[in-house]
């Protein structure tokens, strides 16, 4: 069985970008805290986290800073190398890209993640 540790990533409005590997990928949904009696564990409590996703790109002048720097509201596909694909909706950059060694360094998050079968 093949090992998926490639992500590749399609932005609209630029296309698919060359993502260095080691790229991040978090689909979101609830983090879950015990909540905790006398008797002990009662249940749960939960709380929503955003889809999150992290990369890096070699500064080749294929995407400028200054338009990763600007992007909000965009669709993102996420794709591993086995093929799985999520759409992250209502993307945003979580803060500026940074330059360094010839890479820039992009964060981003967005309002809901949803796989595509």
Do not use: H
């Not at 009696?37 to 890096?56: K, N, Q, R, W």
């Not at 093929?83 to 010839?102: A, M, R």
């Amino acid at each position: 069985m093949k090992v998926a540790k490639k992500l590749f990533f399609d932005l609209d409005g630029i296309g698919r970008v060359d993502a260095k590997p080691g790229g991040n990928f978090n689909p979101g949904g609830n983090n879950r805290t015990a909540v905790m009696t006398d008797l002990g564990v009662a249940g749960y409590d939960e709380e929503p986290v955003a889809p999150t996703m992290s990369f890096v790109l070699p500064n080749n002048g294929k995407v400028s800073l200054a338009e990763m720097r600007n992007l909000t509201d965009v669709n993102v596909t996420v794709q591993d190398d086995n093929g799985v694909v999520w759409v992250v909706s209502g993307c945003f950059v979580t803060e500026p890209p940074g330059l360094n060694n010839g890479e820039m360094s992009v964060s981003m998050s967005g309002v809901r993640a949803d796989p595509v079968s």
